[in-house]
């Protein structure tokens, strides 16, 4: 971001707030906290512009004029070197980057992450309706009942890539299959972008195209893509013709990790269709 560019009064703006946000910051924690020695003299308890400067490696008037919303060169490094010394959480940190004119780095939650069970619940109480949480190489990691009758995700389906190429059941059913291929994989190759030090999405990659010529022919087209909403249409071998509008949300707790709510599209029949589908496997168990 040049933040040259703008306004004056935006600037200003962004000036009292990175002013505000440091100062609160300082004013937190305590020269015991990061252990130096209090000193004669202080005023208020917190930490000062050049103890912060020490603590960070940088110098006393680079600091300042960061603190003051001044237009100056700032680095990712030396950044991440303030919010560590400030103690800064995720967010405060992604804050800073914003404030300072950089964009935030991409936070990613642990393989092995568990899905609050906040989120749980509303995936099941999304029924009848569809729902499941992927995480960043989008490996299903909640699915719901509906979503598992619907698209027919199995105990061996552990991954939406993977099964859209190589799930026969889902192939058949979903309406309209190559344009949605195209698409899907469009926006697995711009997530990848978003984590160019991450090797996972190049074996993932590897494997598909080894897997499936279909995908490999599309990925050597480079299509790129994103989608936070759209239209899945699908001929369901026992409840027919079923149209649902996704949308895809990002989970906070879970950085990385997206939430893909479907609802029925009105006046398609879906919802009916639906509930009857789900119904009967509720009563065969």
Request: proline share 7%; hydrophobic share 40%; with cysteine.
């Amino acid at each position: 971001m040049d933040l040259t560019r703008l306004p004056a009064d935006a600037r200003q703006r962004r000036s009292a707030e990175i002013r505000g946000f440091l100062r609160s910051r300082r004013a937190r924690l305590t020269p015991a906290d990061v252990g130096m020695p209090a000193g004669r003299g202080r005023r208020t308890p917190g930490l000062r512009r050049e103890e912060v400067a020490v603590l960070a490696g940088v110098g006393v008037s680079w600091y300042t004029w960061l603190e003051q919303g001044r237009e100056i060169n700032v680095s990712a490094d030396v950044l991440d070197a303030v919010a560590r010394v400030l103690r800064l959480d995720g967010g405060e940190r992604a804050h800073l980057y914003l404030l300072a004119g950089l964009n935030p780095p991409q936070r990613s939650a642990p393989s092995d992450a568990a899905v609050p069970d906040g989120l749980r619940r509303v995936i099941d109480g999304w029924l009848p309706r569809p729902a499941y949480v992927i995480d960043r190489h989008w490996n299903l990691v909640a699915v719901n009942r509906a979503a598992r009758l619907v698209f027919g995700y199995g105990d061996t389906d552990h991954n939406c890539l993977v099964t859209f190429f190589t799930n026969a059941r889902y192939r058949a059913a979903l309406c309209h299959w190559a344009d949605a291929a195209r698409q899907i994989t469009g926006q697995f190759r711009a997530d990848a972008a978003r984590y160019p030090e991450d090797p996972e999405f190049g074996r993932l990659a590897a494997d598909m195209c080894a897997a499936s010529p279909a995908f490999a022919e599309i990925w050597a087209e480079h299509p790129v893509g994103s989608a936070t909403q759209g239209i899945k249409a699908l001929d369901h071998p026992e409840a027919g013709e079923l149209l649902f509008e996704y949308t895809s949300l990002p989970v906070p707790e879970l950085p990385g990790h997206r939430l893909l709510l479907h609802t029925p599209v009105p006046d398609s029949g879906t919802a009916a269709r639906l509930a009857t589908l789900v119904a009967a496997a509720e009563q065969t168990g």
